[in-house]
C-alpha cells in the first residue's frame, strides 16, 4: 500500500525550514512520485518577497515531470513578511488561479498555496536567470515600440475579464479586491502626516512638483479616483507593471512577473506602465498613440473600448496612482534612486495631463491658479 503523502502545510516561514523533505511534499500533489533527494541552496535575494535560488537532485518521476534543477522558491523570509502577508496571497492567486487563464508570457510554477494560519505564500518557480532572459530595468526607459508590445499583451489579458463579471461570489476571481479601493483605504487610515512629510523631503520628494506636496492633495486624489473607478471598466490587473517586473523571453517575447492582481479600471494600468515604462520626452511624444494602439487591441478581442479621448482622461486621471506608490514606496522595496526615477516621471505626467482638474480638484487646492 502506498504511503500517503506529507502535508505541505503549514507552509515554512524561515529559509532554513526549505528542506528536500518539504519540497517534495510541495511537489508530489501535482506530480505524484516525485521526490526531492537533496535541495542546495545557491543564492538568496532579499527585498519585498525573498526569492531562494536552489539546486534540486530530482528522481525520475521528477526529472519526467519536467521540474527543472535550478528552481526559486519565493515566499515571505523577511522580518516584515508577516506584516505584508496579503501580499504573498495575491502572488499566490496570480499563479494559481490567473496564469492558467490569461495569454500573459510569466514564469512556470509548479506549486502556489497560502497558508491563512502562518500568514505565508509560497511559489516554486522556475528560474528566469537560467532561462537566459533579458531584464528590464527602471532606470533604462523601453522604447515607445517595446511598450506597444506589452500594451498588445496587457489587452489580451484585460480581456479575459472585461465585462464577464468573473469578480462575483463563486466565479473565477471573487478572491480579487479592488486595487482603488486599497489605495483608498491605505490613504485615510494609515498614510500619517509624519511618514508623508518624510517622503516630501526626501531626494524623490525634491524630483516631484511641489503641486503634489501636500497629504491633504494625495488623500482628496485617491478618494476622486475611487469614484471615478466605479464608472469606468473594471478588469483583472496584472497589478503592478512597472519594468523591475518586466521581462524580455528569450524568444523576444515581453514577460511579466510578481504579479499583485486586484480588480480596477483598465486604464489605470495603461497609465501606469506607460508613463512608468518611458523616457518623459518620449511619453509625451507617444502616449496617445500608445493609448490608441491599446484600444485597437482591445477592439481586436471583441470589446468595445472607450473613445480615444475619453480613454485619454482616464489615462491622465489615474496617473496619481503611480505617483503614490512611488512617493512613499519603502526603500526596503525599491533603491532610491529608482523611487526618485519613477516619483518625477509621474510627477511630470500628471502636470501635462492636468490630473487635479481632471480629479477635480484645482479650484479645492489651488484655486485659479494655473
Not at 466565479?171 to 489605495?183: C, D, N, Q, V
Request: charged share 20%; glycine share 8%.
Amino acid at each position: 500500500m502506498a504511503q500517503p503523502a506529507e502535508p505541505y502545510l503549514p507552509l515554512p516561514t524561515t529559509l532554513d525550514a526549505i528542506t528536500a523533505r518539504w519540497l517534495t511534499a510541495a511537489l508530489a500533489p501535482a506530480h505524484p512520485g516525485v521526490v526531492v533527494e537533496r535541495a542546495e541552496q545557491v543564492d538568496i535575494q532579499h527585498g519585498t518577497c525573498t526569492k531562494l535560488r536552489l539546486r534540486l537532485g530530482l528522481n525520475a518521476a521528477g526529472r519526467a515531470a519536467g521540474i527543472p534543477e535550478l528552481v526559486i522558491v519565493k515566499g515571505g523570509f523577511e522580518p516584515h513578511s508577516r506584516a505584508m502577508h496579503y501580499m504573498h496571497g495575491h502572488e499566490v492567486h496570480a499563479y494559481a488561479d490567473v496564469a492558467p487563464r490569461s495569454p500573459l508570457r510569466v514564469p512556470r510554477s509548479w506549486f502556489a498555496a497560502y497558508d491563512e494560519a502562518a500568514r505565508q505564500g509560497i511559489i516554486i518557480m522556475e528560474d528566469l536567470v537560467a532561462r537566459g532572459v533579458r531584464w528590464c530595468h527602471p532606470q533604462r526607459p523601453l522604447s515607445p515600440e517595446a511598450v506597444a508590445q506589452r500594451l498588445s499583451a496587457l489587452a489580451g489579458h484585460h480581456a479575459v475579464s472585461w465585462g464577464a463579471d468573473m469578480f462575483a461570489p463563486g466565479r473565477p476571481f471573487a478572491w480579487a479586491s479592488g486595487l482603488i479601493e486599497g489605495f483608498d483605504r491605505y490613504g485615510r487610515e494609515l498614510l500619517t502626516a509624519e511618514v508623508w512629510q518624510g517622503y516630501v523631503e526626501s531626494a524623490r520628494g525634491a524630483a516631484a512638483s511641489t503641486r503634489f506636496h501636500a497629504l491633504g492633495w494625495m488623500k482628496a486624489a485617491l478618494g476622486a479616483m475611487l469614484a471615478l473607478s466605479h464608472e469606468v471598466p473594471r478588469v483583472l490587473l496584472h497589478g503592478d507593471t512597472h519594468l523591475g517586473n518586466c521581462y524580455e523571453d528569450i524568444d523576444g517575447t515581453p514577460g511579466f512577473f510578481d504579479s499583485q492582481p486586484h480588480y480596477g479600471p483598465a486604464l489605470a494600468e495603461v497609465a501606469y506602465h506607460v508613463t512608468g515604462a518611458l523616457d518623459a520626452a518620449d511619453r509625451r511624444a507617444h502616449e496617445r498613440a500608445l493609448v490608441a494602439h491599446y484600444c485597437a487591441e482591445i477592439a481586436r478581442h471583441g470589446i468595445r473600448p472607450p473613445d480615444l479621448d475619453e480613454a485619454m482622461r482616464q489615462f491622465g486621471a489615474f496617473l496619481a496612482v503611480g505617483y503614490c506608490i512611488f512617493l512613499v514606496n519603502a526603500a526596503d522595496f525599491q533603491p532610491e534612486a529608482i523611487n526618485t526615477a519613477y516619483t518625477a516621471r509621474f510627477s511630470q505626467a500628471m502636470l501635462d495631463h492636468g490630473t487635479s482638474a481632471l480629479l477635480g480638484l484645482d479650484q479645492l487646492f489651488f484655486g485659479t491658479r494655473v
